[in-house]
């Protein structure tokens, strides 16, 4: 079995055990409840599912990116909105904030990115630049073409706009890994017939489609993982 398979394994079945915990949470509250309880009507209130969804995300993925992050965010701000009895409105600072921790959330990462290049690009891991890719896309739209023959990776972000990546005229050597952060934009990614592509990417209110026309009937030797988090936004899957 493949790293990536087990991964797949580990997270799908930790986040099933946090799922029925979460579920057998709610049923013994509605039990409390129907005995005769007094239990707050907030832990019953849609943002303690966004909470509850939130914390579901991140245990899937680790605690890796972005996605699980703001859900849980957006669910608390307006579960104190539901449990303090305050006259000021939190729900109009939910916007500003959740900018701030996705800006300060994509400097870091953009940083790790750089250092990680580097050191990829240090060791000789990487001969031809051309074969990893970083592209960041904010307020505006990316289209290209990758035209290398031993394509190893790369990341991508956008965020308010759109990012285009034609996949062929490459080609992979084995299996590479594109990391994607979408914020309220859209990613097209066009890839060979005969590559074989594994998502792994967390959506929040956005969606991932493969537009595929004729997936590999066979297993290939060529495999693109795509990884990441899609907010509010769309990933599509092409091939011609």
Do not use: H
Not at 30 to 36: N, V
Not at 60 to 76: D, E, L, R, Y
Not at 91 to 116: T, W
Not at 150 to 158: D, K, L, P, S
């Amino acid at each position: 079995m493949s790293r990536l398979n087990r991964q797949q394994n580990n997270s799908a079945g930790g986040g099933g055990l946090w799922a029925g915990v979460i579920v057998l949470c709610i049923g013994l509250f509605i039990f409390l409840r129907k005995a005769g309880l007094e239990i707050p009507d907030w832990l019953f209130s849609w943002p303690m599912i966004l909470v509850a969804v939130g914390f579901l995300m991140g245990v899937k993925n680790k605690f890796q990116g972005i996605a699980w992050f703001i859900v849980t965010f957006v669910g608390c701000v307006f579960l104190v909105g539901e449990i303090l009895p305050v006259d000021w409105n939190l729900r109009r600072f939910i916007f500003p904030s959740a900018l701030i921790v996705v800006g300060v959330y994509m400097i870091g990462k953009a940083a790790s990115r750089r250092q990680r290049y580097e050191e990829v690009m240090a060791e000789g891991m990487v001969r031809n630049s051309d074969d990893y890719i970083q592209s960041t896309t904010i307020f505006s739209g990316t289209n290209k073409m990758i035209l290398s023959k031993n394509f190893q990776g790369g990341a991508i972000t956008t965020v308010f706009g759109g990012t285009e990546l034609n996949f062929t005229q490459a080609d992979i050597q084995g299996e590479a890994v594109l990391d994607i952060t979408t914020l309220f934009g859209s990613v097209e990614i066009v890839v060979p017939s005969n590559w074989d592509v594994k998502m792994d990417v967390s959506t929040v209110f956005g969606g991932i489609e493969d537009k595929r026309a004729i997936p590999p009937a066979m297993p290939s030797n060529k495999v693109l993982v795509l990884k990441g988090s899609c907010t509010f936004g769309g990933v599509d899957l092409k091939s011609y």
